[in-house]
Nanobody, 115 residues
Framework: QVQLVESGGGLVQDGGSLRLSCATS????????VGWYRQAPGKQRELVAT???????IYADSVNGRFLVSRDIGKNTVYLQMNSLKPEDTAAYYC?????????WGQGTQVTVSS
């Protein structure tokens, strides 16, 4: 059973930065895609960034140029570096991984950006 464990969320001021981490229980090479989604209160879960095993990284328009998704193969960890944070980035952030046709999700970590 694959497990994804997020960390790094918290409270930050408008314009600040945070780095989220997602530790995976399996090798990152076993996943066809890893990435991050987020869900704000009263809204649907939305894509933030994905890092496919082949091809280019994909970012939501709202975060492109401010966020960076990366991975450390040796540590089996996926990161989301978030810069120039805005109050509208406030949400629960979820790590995501896909292997075959099965999707895995972390438990989520809260990011709150104060104005």
């Amino acid at each position: 059973q694959v497990q994804l464990v997020e960390s790094g969320g918290g409270l930050v001021q408008d314009g600040g930065s945070l780095r989220l981490s997602c530790a995976t229980s399996g090798s990152i090479f076993s996943f066809s895609v890893v990435g991050w989604y987020r869900q704000a209160p009263g809204k649907q879960r939305e894509l933030v960034a994905t890092f496919p095993s082949t091809g280019s990284r994909i970012y939501a328009d709202s975060v492109n140029g401010r966020f960076l998704v990366s991975r450390d193969i040796g540590k089996n960890t996926v990161y989301l570096q978030m810069n120039s944070l805005k109050p509208e980035d406030t949400a629960a952030y979820y790590c995501y991984a896909r292997t075959g046709r099965v999707d895995y999700w972390g438990q989520g970590t809260q990011v709150t950006v104060s104005s």
